[in-house]
T-cell receptor, first 113, second 117 residues
Framework: QQQVKQSPQSLIVQKGGISIINCAYE??????FPWYQQFPGKGPALLIA?????SEKKEGRFTISFNKSAKQFSLHIMDSQPGDSATYFC????????????FGTGTRLLVSP | GAVVSQHPSWVICKSGTSVKIECRSL??????MFWYRQFPKQSLMLMAT?????????EQGVEKDKFLINHASLTLSTLTVTSAHPEDSSFYIC?????????????FGPGTRLTVT
């Protein structure tokens, strides 16, 4: 119940295309869902986050879609660029208190020029 | 804002020695800090949660006596790997939650690469 399942494991997208990464969870206590971007040798950086009271959140080229009934959420990267090539992690946590994050397994994105 | 630093960024030590990694919140006070371990091409594995002024809470399977965590102030937490062995070689990352902000938001440090020879 504490798991967050992430797919695909790796993804290759052409420059200008749309990258889509999916995550699913079981624990209904989760109500904060961040996405992190990590470049090799660096720590993760918060990209965008959503709470389940909205179905979609957009920040620039990055959009989170959230389906509460299906317990699924996804990250869409529009107009993908080579600089977006990184590993992306979804995560989840109860949105109260200093709770630990449960991370997905990660998706290695490669955007080809 | 919300910057977390780690020192050192990389360290090489000999088997049997101890090494200390520092995690600092530079522009905010962190009531809670987290320590993660990451193997190549894998996700982050939470090792322990530390709260300022109290003992750390370790995740199942993490050896408390091997990975000593101290959170002596609201801006500093340290992880000491005692009697390090080659299997302890990994990427160690800390994160911190801003005590004045949203408690569930975590800000990550840049990580420390530990190599034990």
């Amino acid at each position: 119940q504490q798991q967050v399942k992430q797919s695909p494991q790796s993804l290759i997208v052409q420059k200008g295309g749309i990258s889509i990464i999916n995550c699913a969870y079981e624990n209904t206590a989760f109500d904060y869902f961040p996405w992190y971007q990590q470049f090799p040798g660096k720590g993760p950086a918060l990209l965008i986050a959503i709470r389940p009271d909205v179905s979609e959140k957009k920040e620039g080229r990055f959009t989170i879609s959230f389906n509460k009934s299906a317990k699924q959420f996804s990250l869409h990267i529009m107009d993908s660029q080579p600089g977006d090539s990184a590993t992306y992690f979804c995560a989840a946590t109860p949105g109260t208190g200093f709770q630990k994050l449960v991370f997905g397994t990660g998706t290695r994105l490669l955007v080809s020029p | 804002g919300a910057v977390v630093s780690q020192h050192p960024s990389w360290v090489i030590c000999k088997s049997g020695t101890s090494v200390k990694i520092e995690c600092r919140s530079l522009d905010f006070q962190a009531t809670t800090m987290f320590w993660y371990r990451q193997f190549p091409k894998q996700s982050l594995m939470l090792m322990a949660t530390s709260n300022e002024g109290s003992k750390a809470t370790y995740e199942q399977g993490v050896e408390k006596d091997k990975f000593l965590i101290n959170h002596a102030s609201l801006t500093l937490s340290t992880l000491t790997v005692t009697s390090a062995h080659p299997e302890d070689s990994s990427f160690y990352i800390c994160s911190a939650s801003d005590s004045r902000g949203l408690p569930y938001e975590q800000y990550f440090g840049p990580g420390t690469r530990l190599t034990v020879t």
